[in-house]
């Protein structure tokens, strides 16, 4: 299923973004960088999980729905799991958890490109 190679690659890189921010700008930028990755990828998952519940079927309006639901869900939970992670971690880098973030989303974007632009793969 293409949407699980997706969610591999976000795995990946919040993994090479933490390990990078860490060689290059010490131990709590790569745990900054790599909580910022793991918000992206554990909304992401979540939105899969409402998002594609329904794959497949006849109703219009489930899988509308459910994507509508998917997608508020995935904002919702990356808000809460920000405060979480400002609040309960301490110190922190901001540039690096929000680095990290943007990197995994656009992997995410990117995979998605390149499927569409592949679809045998």
Do not use: D, T
């Amino acid at each position: 299923m293409p949407v699980v190679r997706v969610l591999i690659v976000q795995a990946l890189v919040a993994l090479a973004a933490g390990v990078s921010c860490g060689f290059f700008f010490g131990m709590v930028a790569g745990y900054s960088g790599l909580l910022g990755g793991s918000i992206a990828l554990m909304a992401n998952v979540y939105f899969a999980f409402k998002a594609f519940r329904y794959f497949g079927a006849r109703s219009a309006k489930a899988i509308v729905q459910s994507l509508w639901a998917g997608e508020m869900g995935k904002q919702i939970l990356a808000a809460a799991l920000f405060a979480l992670v400002f609040v309960g971690v301490k110190p922190l880098q901001p540039a690096a958890l929000f680095a990290g973030y943007l990197l995994v989303l656009v992997a995410g974007a990117s995979a998605l490109l390149l499927m569409k632009n592949n679809p045998k793969h």
